[in-house]
């Protein structure tokens, strides 16, 4: 019922930005819970971010607060994390996830029903 399609990742040099976005269509985006996960290799994928529906509601890991924030804009189904004064070691595939009870923040990818096909962050030092 949902697609999920990441954009905006790249390679950055550490301590630049990168805006990730990702565009939610099959259903009311309003209603869905929405978080980022990354995933390095040889490491589990991890909850970096997430948002309840209405947006009142964040979560950031702890490796992330204060460099990364999750937003969202419902008028245009977009989800999007803002990532500054990127460290090497955030480098990684980062997904976007939704959920469909998203009342509440999720933090485990098990809470979510529909992933992206994610995106690639590498930030060199």
């Known amino acids: 019922q949902v697609q999920l399609v990441e954009s905006g990742g790249g390679l950055v040099q550490a301590g630049g930005s990168l805006r990730l976005s990702c565009a939610a269509s099959?259903?009311?985006?309003?209603?869905?819970?929405m978080g980022w996960f990354r995933q390095a290799p040889g490491k589990e994928r991890e909850c970096v971010a997430g948002?309840?529906?209405?947006?009142?509601?964040?979560y950031y890991a702890e490796s992330v607060k204060g460099r990364f924030t999750i937003s969202r804009d419902n008028a245009k189904d977009l989800v999007y994390l803002q990532m500054t004064s990127l460290k090497p070691e955030d480098t990684a595939n980062y997904y976007c996830?939704?959920?469909?009870?998203?009342?509440?923040?999720?933090?485990?990818?098990?809470?979510?029903?529909?992933w992206g096909q994610g995106t690639q962050v590498t930030v060199s030092s």
């Open positions: 099959g259903r009311t985006f309003s209603n869905l819970g």
């Open positions: 948002i309840n529906r209405s947006g009142s509601n964040t």
């Open positions: 996830a939704a959920r469909g009870l998203g009342v509440v923040v999720a933090t485990l990818a098990r809470s979510y029903d529909y």
